[in-house]
């Protein structure tokens, strides 16, 4: 049997991030920095992960065949062992991937795997290095499956978005991290040098935006440790589902009881379930009825759940809720008008109003409590540098709390980025990391024998 080789590249979130599942447009940069999955099935009753890292670290997983080809939606069994130790966690992106196409496209493996992971991708630096390896080990064993004669969906090929949506049902079901579908959309489709523009409603992507020659993102790591299963990142997203909710009912719209205990369907032909929909001018209407905070008892007692898939509201937490219901509402408006002003980066003044959204949508993150000292910093940095020395906007991405910041700015600011990232690193003892480059998704370079 052949061995499979597939990469995909992790990305900057540049405008959107956590609006992804509220449905808001979002832009993503494929960054240079990737990671690269080798499959090769052999006759065994393990799948072998073998991981070498950023770091340089080793690390070694078997997981039983048979957890995986019995898995089955909602992939309890399959996330329980891997939460019954810590040093298995890592492995359930890679397992993940089996687990879903048996559980979603009815693969049956036939036989073990030896799958090698290698990346350069810095992990916990916001910048998708999980979905990168979701999508490399999905690319590669789709690839394989092929030779292998095993079918896939019914002998249909699964499409690249489809890929994404597994991918991501790996992550939120087995792995256990609440994301929506923007960062593993972003590394499979995402085209060197453009933003992949992308509708999360739930997946629809958009034509890719070119950046021009005269601009370049670039990404500063703050140093701090992001995770999207983190409770600032979980908390955010449920406060966004109560507001929701809330709103639902303000509007009048018929709600049922859904498939399990806190959680309802709406029949919404107004917003079709995504905050996004809202619009600022509607929400005006309501957002003097929406809490601030609210106690998930009191919350469920009142509207019966949310419409949220991956959470689940507790009774004992009292969450903010006027904040992460107004940001995905703003944030998707500021995302299309920063798309609109990219084609129309003739103007001596797209750039700077380009800027000037980033701003304000860091500025909701910290609002919403997903800000960090070190990211905050280097905004500040950011913008002392300012429009005379080639720096436009700045923000933090992906999830929040720590990881990386974009940065727009001229395409020959770079002695200007590493200046900045000079200076953190004095004021903080903290050494960042630069992402300068781009690079192809997985659904461009595809999957290979070596």
């Known amino acids: 049997m052949s061995v499979w080789v597939a990469r995909a590249?992790?990305?900057?979130?540049v405008m959107g991030g956590i609006a992804d599942y509220s449905g808001s447009l979002v832009l993503q940069w494929p960054i240079r920095e990737a990671t690269t999955v080798r499959v090769r099935f052999l006759p065994a009753d393990t799948l072998r992960v073998t991981s070498s890292g950023a770091s340089g670290a080793n690390r070694t997983i078997e997981v039983p065949l048979a957890l995986v080809n019995q898995a089955r939606p909602p992939y309890d069994e399959l996330r329980a062992w891997f939460a019954e130790s810590p040093d298995r966690h890592w492995a359930a992106y890679v397992a993940g991937v089996f687990g879903v196409l048996a559980g979603e496209a009815g693969v049956q493996f036939p036989q073990g795997a030896d799958i090698d992971v290698t990346s350069n991708i810095p992990e916990g630096k916001g910048v998708s290095s999980s979905a990168a390896l979701e999508a490399a080990t999905m690319t590669a064993v789709v690839g394989a499956l092929t030779e292998l004669g095993v079918s896939v969906a019914q002998d249909r090929p699964l499409t690249h978005r489809q890929q994404a949506i597994l991918c991501q049902k790996a992550e939120n079901l087995v792995v256990g991290a609440p994301c929506g579908v923007m960062d593993q959309m972003a590394v499979i489709s995402g085209r060197a040098g453009h933003l992949m523009a992308l509708l999360c409603q739930p997946a629809e992507l958009q034509p890719p935006l070119k950046l021009p020659d005269g601009l370049a993102v670039f990404g500063v790591d703050s140093g701090i440790r992001h995770a999207v299963s983190g409770s600032d990142y979980t908390g955010v997203r449920i406060g966004a589902f109560m507001g929701y909710r809330i709103l639902a009912e303000m509007a009048g719209l018929e709600v049922s009881p859904g498939s399990r205990t806190?959680?309802?369907?709406?029949?919404d032909p107004r917003w079709h379930g995504y905050l996004a929909n809202v619009g600022a001018a509607a929400f005006h209407e309501y957002e003097v009825h929406i809490p601030n905070t609210l106690?998930?008892?009191?919350?469920l007692k009142r509207y019966g759940g949310t419409t949220d898939p991956v959470t689940s509201v507790d009774p004992d937490r009292?969450?903010?809720?006027?904040?992460?219901?107004?940001h995905p509402i703003y944030e998707h408006e500021r995302v299309t008008e920063w798309a609109r002003l990219l084609q129309q980066a003739e103007d001596p003044g797209a750039a700077s109003r380009m800027g000037a959204l980033m701003y304000q949508s860091h500025a909701s993150y910290g609002a919403c409590g997903l800000g960090s000292d070190g990211t905050d910093l280097l905004v500040e940095l950011a913008r002392a540098a300012g429009e005379n020395e080639g720096i436009y906007g700045a923000k933090i991405?992906?999830?929040?709390?720590?990881?990386t910041v974009a940065i727009l700015a001229r395409a020959d600011s770079g002695d200007r980025i590493r200046r900045i990232a000079s200076d953190y690193a004095e004021k903080t003892g903290r050494e960042p990391y630069i992402f300068e480059g781009t690079s192809d998704g997985a659904s461009v370079t595809g999957a290979w024998r070596e």
């Open 9 to 13: 590249p992790g990305r900057l979130d």
């Open 262 to 267: 806190g959680h309802v369907v709406v029949n």
């Open 295 to 299: 106690q998930g008892a009191i919350f």
């Open 318 to 326: 009292c969450y903010a809720v006027w904040t992460p219901t107004a």
């Open 397 to 403: 991405t992906g999830g929040g709390s720590g990881g």
